[in-house]
């Protein structure tokens, strides 16, 4: 390891405690702006020294901000595999940034500023994506953060902006506010009650769309979905927030619907579904991740049920991403082939669990 | 109840349909729903968003129309074949150099062009020229027609009709 995550304030973890709003449902909110610097070409047609320039200018006008001004500056580019595995498995960076692909290469000056819940992308598809990310369901604080963030480098940095179209992006869908918020929700009642599909055809019938775990491309594990707004254009910020947080209440309704019926007619096969997966997640010796994320989705639905009671969702959380590879990787303090890997999960989800049962 | 088409599965979707004043209901199966491409929730599930978006910028620059590919941007030298490949502008200029291709395309996407969020003020420190003058603005668009560029030209026009 080249570089100490402990660097980041908070480890950049603080939205796993599960204090915002509905945190049993919503995991996290994350808002995004993309901005562009005037004169500079997008990344996709740049040189690396255009690259370095955009640094450079981002660094300086992050160091004037309110939010930024000594936040650490991760040079992505510079870093292993591995750590910058661990810094997307954080959703610290996205995995354009990270590159982990085969023939991955991290694009020049690739960086990331953090102070842990606010932070700027840098290089990314474009030159600036400035990211906020929340426990719980919380467009609005996560809003605000970013554009107070925005205001500060917007007035030190000349960004690309067109007074028909808006803010200027490499790709078109993110062009005008540059604004995508996505909530990452868990709805294990929906699936179970096979609703899901018809809740996310409505959605994308007014505009928003899902994701995996992980954004754009991924899939979707364990019963989360990223709920976000589609398009970027024509709407005011305030417009695509409010929209999307009326959307986000009504699937959170629904979801508490579909678990009154689960329990009201199935009360034995739910007991079952959810004290079969805290027994495996508990007693397994090997469990791949996304097994372990199926399993936690049964017993994050069992806490939410209070069916099994003396388990935290912090808890949860905080395996849902520290059973990751980089995570274990990490903690063992050495690369791990894959079914050494299962074995490391499955103690460290023991033990974590055991902790959690014992406080 | 048996699919209308196959007579085969059983029905899954029902599709009513007003054609001529009728009101009609066909009783489909999931295969021969998707063969007529009726998309349902399954196929919905099945086909996430998420592919469809991520391959939407580049789909969509697809629909803009063959032979103003040669038309280049000044600023970065990307053409429309650049953006029909990757689905990525090369730079902001590009989006005043195609503005009327990107503008269908915008409406397509957002179902709008018209940016109605925060507006950016550059600041003192950011701004490297002053903003052009009607008179410049008339100049750039006098030499945009005499090399027959008539897309910048338009954009030339449009932009001193809004400052007149």
């Known amino acids: 390891m080249t570089f100490d995550i402990n660097l980041v304030p908070d480890g950049g973890i603080s939205w796993l405690d599960a204090s915002g709003s509905d945190g049993n449902i919503v995991l996290s909110t994350r808002v995004r702006l993309a901005r562009n610097l005037k004169d500079q070409p997008f990344t996709v047609r740049s040189r690396p020294e255009d690259n370095q320039v955009v640094l450079d200018q981002v660094e300086r006008a992050s160091r004037a901000s309110r939010q930024l001004h000594d936040a650490p500056l991760i040079r992505i580019d510079h870093l292993q595999g591995n750590e910058r595995q661990l810094l997307q498995e954080r959703h610290l960076i996205s995995r354009e940034l990270a590159e982990l692909g085969d023939d991955g290469k991290v694009r020049a000056a690739a960086a990331l500023l953090t102070d842990g819940s606010v932070g700027i992308m840098v290089n990314e598809e474009d030159h600036v994506r400035l990211q906020c990310l929340r426990s719980g369901f919380s467009l609005q604080e996560a809003y605000s953060d970013l554009e ?6 917007g007035a030190q940095l000349a960004f690309a902006f067109h007074e028909e179209f808006g803010y200027l992006t490499s790709c078109p869908t993110n062009a005008g ?3 995508r918020a996505s909530v990452l929700i868990h709805l294990p009642g929906l699936v179970l009650t096979k609703e899901i599909a018809k809740v996310l055809q409505g959605l994308s019938q007014v505009g928003l769309t899902f994701r995996g775990l992980y954004g754009e491309g991924s899939e979707v594990v364990g019963n989360f979905f990223q709920l976000s707004n589609q398009t970027t254009l024509g709407k005011s910020e305030g417009e695509l927030l409010e929209h999307l947080g009326d959307m986000v209440r009504k699937v959170i309704e629904y979801e508490q619907q579909a678990r009154h019926v689960l329990q009201r007619d199935a009360p034995t096969v739910i007991a079952d579904k959810v004290w079969r997966a805290y027994g495996l997640l508990k007693y397994a010796r090997s469990l791949s991740f996304d097994e372990t994320m199926n399993l936690l989705s049964g017993v994050r639905l069992g806490v939410g049920l209070n069916l099994i009671p003396d388990i935290s969702v912090y808890t949860l959380n905080k395996l849902s991403v520290f059973a990751q590879p980089a995570h274990l990787a990490m903690s063992e303090g050495r690369e791990l082939g894959d079914s050494e890997l299962a074995v490391v999960r499955a103690a460290y989800t023991r033990q974590l669990l055991e902790e959690d049962a014992t406080r | 109840m048996q699919c209308d088409q196959c007579g085969e599965r059983p029905a899954a979707v029902h599709l009513t349909q007003i054609v001529n004043d009728s009101v009609t209901t066909v009783h489909l199966c999931e295969q021969c729903a998707a063969e007529k491409g009726v998309q349902t929730g399954a196929t919905v599930a099945k086909f996430p968003l998420s592919d469809f978006l991520a391959s939407m910028g580049k789909g969509a ?3 803009i129309p063959v032979g103003d590919d040669v038309a280049e941007c000044k600023s970065c030298g990307g053409t ?4 029909r490949d990757s689905g990525r ?3 902001p200029e590009c989006y005043r150099a195609f503005a009327s291709h990107l503008r269908d395309l915008l409406r397509r996407l957002h179902g709008s062009s018209q940016h109605v969020g925060e507006l950016y003020t550059a600041s ?7 903003a052009p003058t009607v008179a410049d603005l008339r100049d750039q668009l006098r030499r945009a027609v005499e090399v027959e560029n008539f897309e910048l030209a ?3 026009r449009d932009r001193i009709r809004v400052i007149e």
């Open chain 1, 148 to 153: 107070r963030l925005d205001a500060d480098i």
């Open chain 2, 61 to 63: 620059s697809t629909q």
């Open chain 2, 89 to 91: 502008l090369g730079c």
């Open chain 2, 80 to 83: 429309l074949q650049d953006f």
């Open chain 1, 177 to 179: 506010t540059g604004l």
């Open chain 2, 154 to 156: 338009a954009d030339l």
């Open chain 2, 124 to 130: 003192n420190a950011a701004v490297d020229q002053a």
